[in-house]
C-alpha cells in the first residue's frame, strides 16, 4: 500500500518551480490562443456554409491561421483576438 508519510514537496531535492510555471504559462496561452482560432474558423464555416458567402469564409480561414501561428509559437495572443474580432465584426456586418 501507498505510505502515507508527510509530504516533502518544499523541501525535496530537485524542486523546479519555475519551469513549472512556465510549462502553465505556455499551456494556458496555447488554450487560448486554440480556443480563439477554434473560433474564427467557426465563424467562417458560419458566413460560408449558413450565409453563402464563400469568399470571406476562406479570408476567415486564412487571417485566422496566420494569426494563430504567432500565438502557438511565439507566446503573442494579439494577433489572433485582433483577427478573431474583426472576423466578429464582419460577420457581424455579414448578417445584416
Not at 18 to 36: C, D, K, Q, R
Amino acid at each position: 500500500m501507498a505510505d502515507h508519510g508527510t509530504v516533502e514537496y518544499a523541501t525535496a531535492t530537485g524542486n523546479d518551480y519555475p519551469a513549472h510555471e512556465s510549462t502553465y504559462e505556455s499551456f494556458i496561452n496555447f488554450t487560448v490562443v486554440g480556443i480563439l482560432h477554434v473560433i474564427t474558423i467557426v465563424l467562417g464555416l458560419t458566413v460560408g456554409g449558413v450565409m453563402g458567402h464563400w469568399f470571406w469564409a476562406a479570408a476567415f480561414f486564412i487571417i485566422g491561421s496566420i494569426a494563430a501561428v504567432p500565438g502557438f509559437f511565439a507566446g503573442a495572443r494579439l494577433p489572433i483576438m485582433l483577427a478573431t474580432a474583426f472576423c466578429f465584426v464582419v460577420f457581424v456586418l455579414l448578417a445584416v
